[in-house]
Each structure stands twice: as structure tokens, then as C-alpha cells.
Antibody, heavy 119, light 109 residues
Framework: EVQLVESGGDLVQPGGSLRLSCVAS????????MSWVRQAPGKGLEWVAD????????YYVDSVKGRFNISRDNAKNSLYLQMNSLRAEDTAVYYC????????????WGQGIQVTVSS | QSALTQPRSVSGSPGQSVTISCTGT?????????VSWYQQHPGKAPKLMIY???KRPSGVPDRFSGSKSGNTASLTISGLQAEDEADYYC?????????FGTGTKVTVL
């Protein structure tokens, strides 16, 4: 059974940093692109970042470029999102998601983790 | 890139059919077949229901179907059931970034 479990969410002050983790099980992580998708309170879904299987290629939504870094450790079955210079508008539930093999869709999602940016 | 446009809400009685539209442009929905649909119950993670416009993942009931015409994609739920009451989001990939729709709340009367 495919499982994705996020951790690392917290309440952080504006300008602060946070590192989210996502542990994958039930499939071979190194075979898949992976993504982070977020959802602000009462709002819709927003794609945040993608990373290729080996970790060499990364893509970001414009609003987080230069502040967030997506990375992975396939040996540890883990995906990460380092978030720096956090802003109030980054407040959201962050989901780790697997990109369908060879596709452009998200076939499995974690349960989500809350990140709150507030003073 | 702007969010894809979906109706805020649709409703139907059990057994009826409802269709949710997802309108983009000739540069995204109209130009690529990378349209997917997600179901989200309150407080839960999204679940993939349709990918590549009309393909259904294993385990998704066949009463969920997808289609596309021009710049508009659609999700149809036939034989509406109580458990289908949820929020639904479309998503398009036409090169980065992925763009999601504004979301539609489906109510089962």
C-alpha cells in the first residue's frame, strides 16, 4: 500500500524557516517525480514544487522561488521542503504528492501538515 | 497563470447526474491532454479521480467520467451517491506551473 506521511509543520514567525519531511512507503521512491502542493485555509489547491527522480531538476511556483528548496533522499525514502523567509501567505496545509508514472497528475497524497506563519 | 474556472457549486439528487466544468485557455486545457480531477472531503487529502482528461485510476467507480471540448474540461458523476458530496478540483499541466481550478462543491440533495 502506497503511503506518504508528512511531518515538520509548526507555528513560525514571519521571516522564519521550517523544514517539512515526507516519508514514502509501499513503492520505490527513486522511480517517481514527487511534488508539494498546498492549500491555504478555506482556499483551493496550489502546486508548490516538483523534483525529478534523481533530484537534479527542480521546479517551483513563482511565489516561492528563491525561498523554498525541494530535495529528496531516495535511500531514506524521503522528500523534503526547506522553507525560508516565510510569509503570512505561506500559511497552509502542505501535502506531499506522488506524480503518476510518466504522467502529469498526482496519484497519491499524504494526509497533509499544517504550517502557520504568524507573529 | 490564472486558476482554471469552475462553478462554485453544483447539486443533484441521489441517482441523478451532475457535470462540473473546468474552463481554461487555448494555451493550457485547450492545448494539452494533461487534465486531472481530484475529490476532497472536508479535512481530508485530495484523491485522484480522473487523469489525462478521461482515464480512470483503478478503484475509482465508473460513474465518474471525464471529457474535454475546446478549452473546457468536464467531470461527470452519474448515479450520484451520498458519498460523492465533496469538493472537486481540476488541474491542468501545460508546462510549469501546474494550475488548479477554483474548486466546485458538489451537494447531494
Amino acid at each position: 500500500e502506497v503511503q506518504l506521511v508528512e511531518s515538520g509543520g509548526d507555528l513560525v514567525q514571519p521571516g522564519g524557516s521550517l523544514r517539512l519531511s515526507c516519508v514514502a512507503s509501499g513503492f520505490t521512491l527513486r522511480s517517481y517525480w514527487m511534488s508539494w502542493v498546498r492549500q491555504a485555509p478555506g482556499k483551493g489547491l496550489e502546486w508548490v514544487a516538483d523534483i525529478i527522480q534523481g533530484g537534479s531538476d527542480k521546479y517551483y511556483v513563482d511565489s516561492v522561488k528563491g525561498r523554498f528548496n525541494i530535495s529528496r533522499d531516495n535511500a531514506k525514502n524521503s522528500l523534503y521542503l526547506q522553507m525560508n523567509s516565510l510569509r503570512a501567505e505561506d500559511t497552509a496545509v502542505y501535502y506531499c504528492a506522488r506524480v503518476g508514472f510518466g504522467g502529469r497528475y498526482f496519484d497519491y497524497w499524504g494526509q497533509g501538515i499544517q504550517v502557520t506563519v504568524s507573529s | 497563470q490564472s486558476a482554471l474556472t469552475q462553478p462554485r457549486s453544483v447539486s443533484g439528487s441521489p441517482g441523478q447526474s451532475v457535470t462540473i466544468s473546468c474552463t481554461g485557455t487555448s494555451s493550457d486545457v485547450g492545448d494539452y491532454n494533461y487534465v486531472s480531477w481530484y475529490q476532497q472531503h472536508p479535512g481530508k487529502a485530495p484523491k485522484l479521480m480522473i487523469y489525462d482528461v478521461s482515464k480512470r485510476p483503478s478503484g475509482v467507480p465508473d460513474r465518474f467520467s471525464g471529457s474535454k471540448s475546446g478549452n473546457t474540461a468536464s467531470l461527470t458523476i452519474s448515479g450520484l451517491q451520498a458519498e460523492d458530496e465533496a469538493d472537486y478540483y481540476c488541474c491542468s499541466y501545460a508546462g510549469y506551473p501546474y494550475v488548479f481550478g477554483t474548486g466546485t462543491k458538489v451537494t447531494v440533495l
